[in-house]
């Protein structure tokens, strides 16, 4: 606020503050400033595609397509306009337009990782209801993104999704491998690949990923959930549920602890803490 009172007219200024005001959670506050930086400069591409994404972000869809149309006839041939409008097409609830603009991103450059990328999330959603294998749509474009930036770790995570989707649990666990080995320290991967192997009854190193994920953040409550839910499948119930209590102490909401801690009562008989729990 300082430096815009020194210095009103330099669009930049305005341009960081909009940025901070996006990570602190307030569209409205970089709403106000890109506007700022408009009416400095009315064809400043990066401020009308980031005050439609902060229009987006406080879901006013109507005027952040408005800015992202006016982005595109400012800069028709550049791919990033058109993926960050297909983006907010889909959050909006219009999967087809949304496929439409990735593809128009692919046309204009077929080596533009993003747009597969957030292709492959938009088919991920468009899933038909009765789908049961692996939707090869969703994994050709993750091939591509990961062909293209090989170190990309949510293309793999998205691609080991779209692998458990479709029952194929060995590429999913490959997926999670590759993850883990471009990012060790991301707790996520740990408790999602922990889950993948309780799901395919790997107790041990189910439990050695949740606890590498606490090693991590030992406030993680979802991997003392999930950690809790392996002793549930061992029969361990004293260990679920000291574990299930350490979550319930990081995250009172935790809803599936509660519950899963109530079952655990039961099957040790204890009625009244079981009841305390499930009621």
């Known amino acids: 606020t300082q430096a815009i009172q020194l210095d009103p007219k330099n669009a930049l200024i305005y341009m960081s503050r909009a940025a901070t005001y996006i990570a602190q959670n307030d569209p409205d506050g970089a709403i106000s400033d890109y506007t700022h930086v408009l009416e400095l400069d009315p064809r400043n591409v990066a401020a009308v595609v980031n005050r439609g994404e902060a229009y987006a ?14 982005a595109i006839e400012l800069t028709p041939r ?3 306009v058109y993926v960050s409008r297909a983006r907010i097409v889909q959050a909006s609830g219009v ?28 088919y991920l959603e468009d899933k038909p209801a009765n789908q049961v294998a692996v939707d090869l749509r969703v994994i050709n474009d993750l091939n591509a993104a990961i ?10 995570l998205a691609r080991a999704e779209a692998y458990v989707a479709g029952s194929d649990l060995d590429h999913a666990l490959a ?8 990012d060790p320290e991301n707790v996520d991967i740990y408790v999602k690949r922990g889950r993948l192997h309780d799901v395919r009854r790997e107790f041990k190193a189910a439990l050695d990923d949740f606890s590498q994920a606490l090693t991590l953040e030992p406030a993680s409550a979802s991997a003392l959930t999930n950690r809790g839910l392996v002793y549930m499948d061992q029969e361990q119930y004293d260990k679920a549920i000291a574990d299930f209590t ?11 602890a509660y519950f899963r801690r109530g079952l655990a009562y039961e099957k040790k008989n204890n009625r009244s803490a079981a009841l305390s729990d499930l009621r």
């Open 57 to 70: 972000m406080a879901h006013e869809y109507t005027q952040a397509l408005r800015d992202l149309d006016r």
């Open 78 to 80: 550049e791919p990033s």
């Open 95 to 122: 999967i087809t337009d949304a496929l439409a603009d990735f593809g128009q991103a692919l046309q204009i450059d077929p080596n533009y990782a993003p747009a597969y990328y957030y292709r492959a999330l938009a």
């Open 147 to 156: 062909a293209l930036q090989p170190d990309n770790v949510d293309a793999y």
């Open 175 to 182: 997926d999670y491998d590759q993850a883990i080995e471009i």
């Open 246 to 256: 350490a979550a319930i102490q990081i995250d009172a909401q935790n809803s599936q």
